[in-house]
Every structure is written in structure tokens, then in C-alpha cells.
């Protein structure tokens, strides 16, 4: 096995910030830029979405009834069920007696009434609106119920640890059980923010359904107000008070932030705004492509060399802190056939400051086979005889 040391420049990312440079300690700098958040609310937390790294947390695991928050799950159910083709946007939704029921936040949906999948899936996500989401899950699974099973399921997939489901709405009138975390609330946000259509919804701010003649307005006032702001869901009802998941992306990095029992809507919004100024301010990303790492010697395969390459890496630093980043890369020198593509063959660990900060995969980037007892003697006559 061998390995190497590769330094990588933070010029290109970290430029605009050189003449800010301290010589505090990076995990100093961070904790007291944490310490110095103060935020009104019982709970929250801030991660960036493509490395799911936490920025700040306050209170995280606390199980707090969530109001439509909720609809996260419920939307990342349909998203997924949509991605999957289990159904279309244009698809028909019929309104059941139980969705029409539906109190709270709404589009008052009638019995009977129908509308297409897409105009549904806007209405949740622009209007909250609990009777479109019951006619969605009963569209998609058949009743609320199995609906909700579903949601459970998930949530326990993602490592939702405080996390039980009710309802597929998040109303609590005589609830106790309906319950999630600001950290589990930013696992399902960070997941439903992989189905990129998603956005075509959550990014609205005015819109309209039956053919124009409900007009929508989204319930997230910082799709409008917050540079950047691109979803994702509010809530409120007395029990859970304020919660949000406000999501925002600059300069290719994505931030969620969860707040969670704030004292008033504008508390609320102004937390969130708080927590997504602080990762912009003190964090950036940085990206490394996918790259061909060379070739490895093949033993007992129909060829000599195998090409790999690396795995692209993506990571959030401490824009305050020192310190290019060093790669260490560590490749097999050789390797046993069979190979199949994709298979492991070295690994690229990524230091700054000597702490390392993460690593990728070296892949093999096709597969060879073993050598067969003729392939082996026609090599050996090849190389032999110089056929």
C-alpha cells in the first residue's frame, strides 16, 4: 500500500476572507461564535445539507410536539412515491369525508371534490393545508393510517430516534404522543431536500389552484424576505406554539435551520434568520471533483491495470480559522481478481491544521475478471514468443 501528500490550496474558496484570518484556534472561534447565539426558542438546530455537519445546537433531542412541521414526513412520502412513479402530477385526487373535515389550516376541500396531484402537493406546501394532505395520503396508501405507519417506518430509517407520528397533519387537539425533535426534524429536511422538485413548490410565494380561483400564500414569510431562502415548513398550534424548518442556500451551500417552541411568529422567524446568518457568516464549503487517482497492479486477472479514481468530497470549514487543506492518499498496490467496479482499492483523507476533516473512496472504475487457464497460456506465449 502506498501513500501520499497532497496540499490543496483554500484560495479559491476561502479568498474574500484572507484579510480576516485570526490566529485563533478553529474549534475556539467556533464555540465562541455558538455561545454568543441567543436565541427564544425551547430547541433548535443548524446543519449543512450535503454533509449533514451540525453548526449550532440548542437542545436538540428534546421531544416537542412539531404542529405542520410535520408535513415534512407527509411530503417526503409523497415526494418519494412521486420519484418512484407510483403516481403522476397529473393524476386525479378525490376528497374523501374525512379529508374534507380536516380543521386548521386548509384549502376547505368538499366531499367528492377533485384535483389534480399537483395542485394537492402546492397546496400542502405553500398553504399547509391539512385536507389536502389527508386526501394525499389516503391517494397514495389507502387510508391515513397506513399512511402514518409509513411515516413511522421512515422516520426509524433515518435515524429519527425521537420521533413518533400521529397524524399525517400535525394537529394536537387532545394529542400527547405526536412528537419530534429539532434534530430529527433537520434528518427528514435534509432527506426530503434530495427530491430537487421539491423546490418548484417550497421556493412559491403566490400561487393559485382551481384554475385560478384560490389564491395561496405561503406561510414561510422568508421565501420572500430572506436572501436565498428556499423552503422549507412552518407550524403553530398552542400546544407546539412557534416551529419552523427554514432552509436557505448561498454561495453552493445548503442550510437548515429548525426552531422549535418559539414564543410568537415573529420570534420564530427571527431565530431562523439568526441561526442561517450565523452559518453563512462563519462557514463556507468546499468541494473536491471526482478525480482519476492513476492505475493499480491486477493479480491473476485478464488484464495487468485497473484505473481508479476517487469519490468527490464535499466539507464545511470555519471560514475564521487558519490552514490549507492536505490530502493523504492511500491506494492498494495491487489487488487479487476478481474486481468488480466500485470496489474499494484506496481511500483520501482530507487534514487541515492536521485534523482531519473527512475522507473519500478510491473506486475501481470497471471490473476485470480472473484470468481463465487459456487466457494464461496465451499470454504466456505472447510474452514468450512474441506472438
Known amino acids: 500500500m502506498k501513500t501520499k501528500r497532497i496540499r490543496a490550496s483554500l484560495a479559491p474558496f476561502l479568498l474574500a476572507f484572507l484579510l480576516l484570518l485570526t490566529s485563533f484556534p478553529v474549534m475556539a ?7 454568543s447565539l441567543d436565541i427564544d426558542c ?14 449550532f445546537e440548542k437542545d436538540a433531542d428534546i421531544p416537542l410536539p412539531p404542529a405542520s412541521v410535520t408535513k415534512i414526513m407527509t411530503l417526503l412520502l409523497i415526494m418519494e412515491a412521486l420519484d418512484n412513479g407510483q403516481f403522476a402530477l397529473t393524476d386525479t385526487v378525490q376528497t374523501s369525508e374525512n379529508a374534507a373535515s380536516m380543521g386548521g389550516s386548509q384549502i376547505f376541500l368538499e366531499p367528492g371534490e377533485t384535483m389534480s396531484a399537483d395542485d394537492m402537493l402546492k397546496s400542502i406546501v405553500v398553504a399547509s393545508a391539512n385536507d389536502a394532505a389527508v386526501a394525499m395520503a389516503e391517494f397514495i396508501c389507502g387510508s391515513v393510517e397506513a399512511f402514518v405507519e409509513k411515516m413511522n ?6 435515524g429519527m430516534a425521537n420521533t413518533h407520528f400521529v397524524n399525517v397533519t400535525g394537529l394536537d387537539d387532545g394529542i400527547d404522543n405526536h412528537l419530534t425533535s429539532a434534530r430529527d426534524i433537520a434528518l427528514m ?28 400564500t405561503n406561510t414561510n414569510r422568508l421565501i420572500r424576505f430572506y436572501n436565498g431562502a428556499n423552503g422549507l415548513k412552518t407550524g403553530s398550534t398552542a400546544k407546539a406554539k412557534f416551529c ?46 471526482a478525480a482519476d487517482c492513476g492505475t493499480v497492479r491486477v493479480k491473476g ?23 490549507d487543506i492536505e490530502q493523504i492518499v492511500t491506494l492498494e498496490e495491487s489487488a487479487a481478481a476478481p474486481i468488480q467496479a466500485g470496489q474499494k482499492l484506496g481511500s483520501i483523507r482530507y487534514l487541515r491544521n492536521g ?24 499470454r504466456l506465449l505472447e510474452h514468450y514468443l512474441l506472438i
Open 244 to 289: 419552523i424548518s427554514a432552509t436557505a442556500e448561498r454561495n453552493g451551500m445548503q442550510l437548515i435551520a429548525v426552531i422549535m417552541a418559539a414564543p410568537s411568529r415573529d420570534i420564530r422567524n427571527e431565530c431562523a434568520k439568526k441561526l442561517l446568518d450565523y452559518g453563512f457568516a462563519n462557514y463556507t464549503r468546499v468541494h473536491f471533483d
Open 29 to 35: 472561534a467556533d464555540q465562541t461564535a455558538s455561545a
Open 153 to 158: 417506518t421512515r422516520a426509524a430509517e433515518l
Open 301 to 323: 486477472g485478464v488484464q495487468d491495470n485497473i484505473a481508479v479514481r476517487s469519490e468527490s468530497f464535499d466539507a464545511i470549514i470555519d471560514k475564521s480559522g487558519k490552514g
Open 355 to 378: 485534523v482531519e476533516i473527512g475522507s473519500s473512496d478510491i473506486l475501481a472504475s470497471e471490473s476485470v475478471d480472473n484470468i481463465t487457464y487459456f487466457g494464461l497460456l496465451l
Open 42 to 55: 425551547v430547541s433548535a438546530i443548524l446543519i449543512e445539507q450535503s454533509t449533514g455537519k451540525v453548526l
Open 189 to 216: 429536511s435534509r432527506e426530503l431536500l434530495t427530491h430537487e422538485r421539491i423546490f418548484n413548490y417550497t421556493t412559491l410565494w403566490m400561487d393559485t389552484v382551481r384554475n385560478g380561483q384560490f389564491g395561496l
